[in-house]
Antibody, heavy 121, light 110 residues
Framework: QVQLQESGPGLVKPSQTLSLTCTVS??????????WSWIRQHPGKGLEWIGH???????YYNPSLKSRVIISVDTSENQFSLKLSSVSAADTAVFYC?????????????WGKGTTVTVSS | QTVVTQEPSFSVSPGETVTLTCGLSSGSVSATYYPSWYQQTPGQAPRTLIY???IRSSGVPDRFSGSILGNKAALTITGAQADDESDYFC??????????FGGGTKLTVL
């Protein structure tokens, strides 16, 4: 049973880079057919797809965030990471990592518990 | 920019049937968008309900079903229960590999 755990600073200063890591346990990040995703939820709002990455390193980003986002994968550590640059208060959100089934389905089958990141000086 | 539309809120009485929809600001939703549905209660991570239009995720009660109704994806709850009171989100897979979530529907059961 794959489990995901987000980690990273809960407080980031404006204009800095937000960095989060998702550790995958109970399975390999290199399993074919799955993409590793980041999704965020602003306080009291809906879900927003940030992007996802395949174990090979191919990444897809939300066009509205693409200029500020980098998602990377470390297969040796069974982790994937999110970097969001030039953050502002508008980036304050709960960030979820997730395992996405691709190809024949395109859906999330495992969610992390989420981590709250606040952007404030 | 593609917008995925959902009813902001819906109310249903216990035992009744409710259908939530997921549409596009321009165009029709079809199975090729692989619509999926997620349930979220306050303070919790979302839970996967339905994927690929109408396939229930493991452990999801069969009172939840998915379909395409007209030009939208739909989530039907047959015989709503009190603990179905949640936010429901749909998401569509777009060509080019991107995903777009709907704004979510807040379902009240009373």
């Amino acid at each position: 049973q794959v489990q995901l755990q987000e980690s990273g600073p809960g407080l980031v200063k404006p204009s800095q880079t937000l960095s989060l890591t998702c550790t995958v346990s109970g399975g390999s990040i290199s399993t074919g057919g799955y993409y590793w995703s980041w999704i965020r939820q602003h306080p009291g709002k809906g879900l927003e797809w940030i992007g996802h990455i395949y174990y090979s390193g191919s990444a897809y980003y939300n066009p509205s965030l693409k200029s500020r986002v980098i998602i990377s994968v470390d297969t040796s550590e069974n982790q994937f990471s999110l970097k969001l640059s030039s953050v502002s208060a508008a980036d304050t959100a709960v960030f979820y990592c997730a395992k996405m089934k691709g190809g024949t389905g395109w859906y999330i089958d495992v969610w992390g518990k989420g981590t709250t990141v606040t952007v404030s000086s | 920019q593609t917008v995925v539309t959902q009813e902001p809120s819906f109310s249903v009485s216990p035992g009744e049937t409710v259908t939530l929809t997921c549409g596009l600001s321009s165009g029709s939703v079809s199975a090729t968008y692989y619509p999926s549905w997620y349930q979220q209660t306050p303070g919790q991570a979302p839970r996967t309900l339905i994927y690929s239009t109408n396939i229930r995720s493991s452990g999801v009660p069969d009172r939840f079903s998915g379909s395409i109704l007209g030009n939208k994806a739909a989530l039907t709850i047959t015989g709503a229960q009190a603990d179905d009171e949640s936010d429901y989100f749909c998401v569509l897979y777009m060509s080019g590999g991107s995903w777009v979530f709907g704004g979510g529907t807040k379902l009240t059961v009373l």
